[in-house]
Nanobody, 122 residues
Framework: QVQLVESGGGLVQAGGSLRLSCAAS????????VGWFRQAPGKEREFVAA????????KYADSVKGRFTISRDNAKNTVYLQMNSLKPEDTAVYYC???????????????WGQGTQVSVSS
């Protein structure tokens, strides 16, 4: 079992940057793949990025490739999402999630955080 808490959201102008953090509890966090998802008002939740337990494999949605970077520090039980060149369409509640493998964390993770709001003004 793992519990996830996101932080770092806020209001930023278009072109700006934010770094989200996902802090996890549980001694086995380093064995989980972790993903970031987002949900904009009136839209379905969508995949943003994922990272393997070791940090050696990453995956991104096409809409964020080249702008967002996912990373992790297993010693700190934390996964990060660095978001650069933000656009108004990036506005959403961002959630981190965890599961055993990259396939399951992308397709349907078991563990979710409560979300953090990111708002990008034009």
């Amino acid at each position: 079992q793992v519990q996830l808490v996101e932080s770092g959201g806020g209001l930023v102008q278009a072109g700006g940057s934010l770094r989200l953090s996902c802090a996890a509890s549980g001694r086995t966090f380093s064995s989980y793949a972790v993903g970031w998802f987002r949900q904009a008002p009136g839209k379905e939740r969508e995949f943003v990025a994922a990272i393997s337990w070791s940090g050696t494999i990453t995956k991104y949605a096409d809409s964020v490739k080249g702008r967002f970077t996912i990373s992790r520090d297993n010693a700190k039980n934390t996964v990060y999402l660095q978001m650069n060149s933000l656009k108004p369409e990036d506005t959403a509640v961002y959630y981190c999630a965890a599961d055993d493998t990259m396939r399951t964390v992308v397709g349907g993770p078991d563990y979710w955080g409560q979300g953090t709001q990111v708002s990008v003004s034009s």
